[in-house]
DNA sequence: AGCACGCCGACT
DNA sequence: GTCGGCGTGCTC
């Protein structure tokens, strides 16, 4: 009988991926959840791993045995371990590309490889191994070092090392270190204490300063202590060994703590609010798991029942955990909840650099917390206990991940709460369709939260139809209508609002005269302009070229085309002479974006005019009116999402007016005023939406009805790529054909290509299954792509899959 | 993926 | 005869 361990290795990829059996040495003591290095492959390549479970075990064949240990305690837990082989089946990733996810990069090691010369080699060795011999002859280096000056170094370096004449020192360091102070205290008497002070003051002064300060305060940290008194770290510590100073080693943590000092105020809850927050309660109560969607209009203080709901768990002795959207709306948020809950909430957001990350991740798992408030990978914060998990703006697309893994922290979040017995509250104005749908047949519960807090009534909103402004001459991008209303601001001194519904965060060039676009070398796309650094570059790959002013093939002027802010700028400018207009686009993003924000509220400058990055975010007082420029050019996209996508955008800028106490009113021009998606998006009739596109989704097949999931191969030969794609989705059909698939209303759609076909040399070609992704369906794909990346025809090839993927 | 093994052609 | 090219198959 052995000790064996089952282990996740690094360096799988998703073909090979799964628990390999290793000996654990007998005095080695390893238990699930520890980080490990092995040796791993022919090569015996030396990886990480992480242990899944340890048992008593014969061995019936032959092993390699663990090598080190890289922790000393678990790193993750039985439910964490569960969560990350869940994922690797829902996400067709790896078991390391779900930990990345779950774990915060500070607890990452990295692995080096520092080789040294022992000895002169004796003899004549062939020239490319004396290459590696003069370089380590000069000093140690690392493996990548020698492996640029020879790519065959490894073969090579075993072979010296075999012969004694050079070594290795592996080691393993973490990007962020723990953290520690010492808390040091006399441990003598106070008399002693007293005495050993004035014989000090006199003969070192410092020494002095620090006895008596620790006299005055007490136990103190050695960070404070050298810091107020100037004392030598190295004497605090040989007084410790003397056994005058007690001193014992703490953890600190790297993160702004604010205490409550201010007492928050008492939150009085309406009617409303109040009985969504029984509701709630009660199912928490329940310990049953469940999801409750709360829908509610802006403003209709959905923040106060989460923060009562909190206060409530935590005088319960429960936790919970409240994720909002990766949107600069945030530290209002933060803010609040630290007022309320001070050292007992962990703040994470974008901000926090990896150590701060880190240590926040540490004060979680150790329990010092109770409430977690966060952005999308706040879902995995080790908090034990939880009550509730909170996803505020359920509809935002930054809740899902867009690297590998591509977790929704919606789908991570009913995880847990169904692993953990909570609930999940869903708050939104405009859920998902697929939220809708549930709460509305009852899988989930509903509640509604229908009146405005301050009681303001929504804004008045209006369809101007475009192409009667065409037929009255009118080809500007403003209609008469705006126009006017426009007018009346100005004259109010009220602020508007105009929103281009364009993706405008990047800047095309055009030449006018021969209609050249400059394009990616590596990628299907046309390169964008970026101001900062006057170069055209590529958002795919990263390329970039030095910006010409002129065409390269027919000599002309660049002109921008991009979002068209600057040209709806213009004929402002001409509409309106020497009023001041605020542009906000490619050129004005991250920091910037929120300091305009800032100097429009500031400034009350008459006009911000923008694309999508002003359709979120602060709410201003003054703001009276807001015009929507082209309300169609979201719509008619080829994508299932397209009008929830349009209704939502549309309701969020409608509801930028009127947030203060003036009534506040909305234009949405288009040149289709008939469609119902924008009619509803006027009248802010979300339940109308829904009924009609649930029931588009149904006949059409596509989510909540069925799953939709996407199996992309990419190479750098398109025709290969194209074959492979056929071949696979043959196989797949044939496969669906067999009787345990047959009755799964299973549909096989493609090859297509990718909607950017080349990034960086690769071409991408989809393949779309329809229907329930249950757990067979899911193992079969799983199958089918381990298969595929097996066969020797596919070796340039790589293969992966999604699905239901909101963006 | 990454690495060894193995089987063929260009050199000492 | 041997060095090194790439095709093939496995990873506890």
Redesign the pocket.
């Known amino acids: 009988m052995a000790q064996i361990a089952k282990i996740a290795?690094e360096?799988?990829?998703y073909?090979?991926d799964?628990?390999?059996?290793?000996?654990v040495p007998e005095d080695m003591t390893v238990c699930a959840g520890m980080r490990v290095t092995?040796?791993?492959?022919?090569?015996?390549?030396r990886s990480e791993g992480m242990v899944l479970s340890v048992q008593e075990g014969a061995m019936d064949?032959?092993?390699?045995a663990v090598e080190t240990v890289l922790d000393r305690e678990a790193q993750l837990s039985a439910e964490q371990i569960r969560l990350a082989l869940w994922m690797c089946q829902r996400y067709f990733c790896t078991f390391y590309d779900a930990l990345h996810a779950i774990l915060p990069i500070g607890l990452w090691y990295q692995h080096k490889e520092l080789w040294h010369l022992k000895r002169e080699p004796e003899g004549e060795l062939?020239e490319?191994e004396q290459v590696l011999v003069s370089l380590l002859r000069e000093k140690d280096r690392e493996l990548s070092q020698l492996l640029e000056a020879q790519p065959?170094a490894?073969?090579m370096l075993?072979k010296l090392e075999q012969q004694g004449i050079v070594s290795c020192a592996r080691a393993s360091n973490r990007r962020v270190s723990d953290k520690t102070d010492w808390r040091v205290a006399f441990a003598i008497t106070s008399q002693e204490a007293e005495e050993l002070t004035r014989d000090k003051m006199r003969r070192a002064p410092r020494q002095g300063a620090a006895l008596s300060f620790l006299l005055k305060n007490g136990e103190t940290s050695l960070h404070d202590l050298i810091y107020y008194t100037g004392v030598q770290r190295k004497w605090v510590m040989k007084m410790g060994e003397e056994g005058v100073f007690s001193l014992c080693e703490q953890e600190i943590f790297r993160v702004p703590l604010r205490p409550a000092q201010e007492k928050a105020p008492q939150i009085q809850l309406n009617d409303e609010q109040q009985a969504a927050y029984n509701d709630i309660l009660a199912q928490i109560h329940s310990g049953k798991p469940g999801v409750t969607l709360l829908q509610g209009v802006t403003g209709s203080g959905k923040t106060e029942v989460y923060i009562t709901l909190a206060q409530k768990l935590l005088q319960e002795g429960r936790t919970a955990m409240i994720l909002v959207p990766e949107i600069a709306l945030t530290p209002q948020m933060m803010q609040r909840f630290s007022l309320y809950f001070g050292e007992d909430v962990a703040l994470l957001h974008s901000g926090l650099g990896i150590a701060q990350r880190y240590d926040q991740y540490k004060r979680i798992r150790q329990g010092l917390v109770k409430i977690v408030l966060g952005t999308r990978s706040a879902v995995f914060a080790p908090i034990d206990n939880l009550g509730m998990i909170v996803l505020d703006e359920e509809q935002e697309g930054s809740y899902e991940s867009e690297k590998s893994p591509c977790y929704h922290a919606r789908d991570i979040a009913k995880y847990r709460c169904a692993k953990e017995g909570a609930w999940l509250v869903l708050g939104s104005a405009t859920p998902t369709v697929e939220t809708a749908y549930h709460a509305r047949e009852g899988n989930y519960r509903l509640t509604l939260l229908r009146r405005r807090f301050n009681q303001n009534a929504l804004p008045g909103v209006s369809l101007v139809d475009m192409r009667q402004e065409l037929r009255q001459g009118n080809y500007t991008s403003i209609s008469h209508p705006l126009y006017e209303e426009i007018q009346k601001n100005l004259e109010l001194g009220q602020q508007t609002i105009l929103f281009l519904n364009r993706r405008g965060n990047s800047r095309q060039v055009i030449c006018p005269g021969c209609g050249y676009v400059p394009q990616c070398p590596r990628c299907s796309v046309s390169l964008t302009y970026h101001s900062a650094n006057r170069r055209m570059m590529c958002h795919y790959c990263g390329y970039s070229e030095r910006f010409e002013a002129d065409c390269p093939q027919c000599g002309e002027a660049f002109r921008p085309v991009g979002s068209g802010t600057q040209r709806v700028e213009q004929e402002l400018q001409e509409l309106f002479p020497g009023v001041p207009i605020l542009r906000m686009d490619a050129d004005s993003v991250g920091v910037q974006h929120e300091k305009m924000l800032q100097k429009f509220d500031k400034e009350k400058i008459p006009i911000l005019l923008g694309t999508q990055m002003v359709a979120k975010g602060l709410d201003f007082d003054n703001v009276t009116l807001v015009g929507v420029l082209a309300a169609d050019q979201s719509l008619y996209v080829d994508n299932y999402r397209a009008a929830e996508r349009t209704f939502v955008l549309l309701t969020q800028v409608v509801g930028r007016a009127g947030r203060g106490d003036k009534p506040g009113r909305a234009l949405i021009q288009t040149y289709t005023p008939e469609n119902e998606v924008l009619r509803d998006a006027a009248r802010q009739d979300y339940e109308s939406f829904y009924r009609r596109e649930i029931g588009l989704r149904h006949m059409r097949r596509e989510p909540p009805f069925t799953d939709v999931t996407v199996l992309t191969v990419s190479g750098s030969n398109e025709e290969f790529v194209r074959r492979s794609c056929m071949q696979l989705r043959d196989g797949l059909c044939a496969a669906m054909m067999q009787p345990e698939y047959r009755d799964m209303g299973l549909e096989v759609l493609g090859p297509a290509p990718a909607p950017v076909v080349k990034v960086n040399g690769r071409f991408r070609y989809r393949i779309t299954v329809v229907g329930r992704c249950s757990g067979p369906v899911r193992r079969l794909l799983a199958a089918f792509m381990k298969d595929f990346?097996?066969r020797?025809e596919n070796?340039?090839m790589?293969i992966f899959a999604e699905y239901n993927r909101m963006n």
């Open positions: 290795i360096n799988a990829v073909a090979i799964k628990p390999y059996d290793y000996l092995v040796p791993f492959g022919r090569g015996n390549r064949r032959p092993l390699k062939p490319k065959k490894k073969a075993q990346a097996q020797s070796r340039n790589s």
